[in-house]
Antibody, heavy 114, light 107 residues
Framework: QVQLVQSGAEVKNPGASVKVSCKAS????????INWVRQATGQGLEWMGW????????GYAQKFEGRVTMTRDTSISVAYMELSRLTSEDTAVYYC????????WGQGTLVTVS | EVVLTQSPDFQSVTPKEKVTITCRAS??????LHWYQQKPNQSPRLLIK???QSFSGVPSRFSGSGSGTDFTLTINSLEVEDAATYYC?????????FGQGTKVEIK
């Protein structure tokens, strides 16, 4: 079955960077785009950007342009999302999702900036 | 950017009642509108894709309709396990966007 398994919780200082991984299994990694979505505590879902695992092409929400980088390692079917210059406003659960319709979601990674 | 506006923000409903949630897009997005359910401390789950297509394994009481700018998620005969927050999401245009969510509470 399809699984997206994300890396564990992180605590970062303001100004630091965080890199979250998303390990895909149960399907051909390069056939489906990966999107990243975040959710602050008690808040709604916020789309951050997408990446094509086959080409490496990316597209980011304007809010995160210049601060976010989405990459992948096709040899191990892992997608990464790195967010730099963290502030307290970046404290949230970060999700990776599979495909245009987000048919599958990772379990989420809590990033705390404090 | 396509803004998705859901209504209502909150709904308190008794079991077996029918629930209707609407999602209005700020511009036409065809049928590229999807619905998700999120329970507390869980990842969201896809319910309906492309406005009206039920996703695999989703109970038949969930249905979707609409196209263009106006969309509806309907839960027929609400069950206790349906208490959750529901989100619409468009994949028509970049940036992709979500509605603000509708919380459904069981009375």
């Amino acid at each position: 079955q399809v699984q997206l398994v994300q890396s564990g919780a992180e605590v970062k200082n303001p100004g630091a960077s965080v890199k979250v991984s998303c390990k895909a299994s149960g399907y051909t990694f390069t056939n489906y785009e990966i999107n990243w979505v975040r959710q602050a505590t008690g808040q709604g879902l916020e789309w951050m950007g997408w990446m094509s695992p086959s080409t490496g092409n990316t597209g980011y929400a304007q809010k995160f342009e210049g601060r976010v980088t989405m990459t992948r390692d096709t040899s191990i079917s892992v997608a990464y999302m790195e967010l730099s210059r963290l502030t307290s406003e970046d404290t949230a659960v970060y999700y990776c999702t599979r495909g245009l319709m987000a048919t599958d979601w990772g379990q989420g990674t809590l990033v705390t900036v404090s | 950017e396509v803004v998705l506006t859901q209504s209502p923000d909150f709904q308190s409903v008794t079991p077996k009642e029918k629930v209707t949630i609407t999602c209005r897009a700020s511009q036409s997005i065809g049928s590229t509108l999807h619905w998700y359910q999120q329970k507390p401390n869980q990842s969201p789950r896809l319910l309906i894709k492309y406005a009206s297509q039920s996703f695999s394994g989703v109970p038949s009481r969930f249905s979707g309709s609409g196209s263009g700018t106006d969309f509806t998620l309907t839960i027929n005969s609400l069950e206790v396990e349906d208490a959750a927050t529901y989100y619409c999401h468009q994949s028509s245009n970049l940036p992709r966007t979500f509605g603000q969510g509708t919380k459904v509470e069981i009375k």
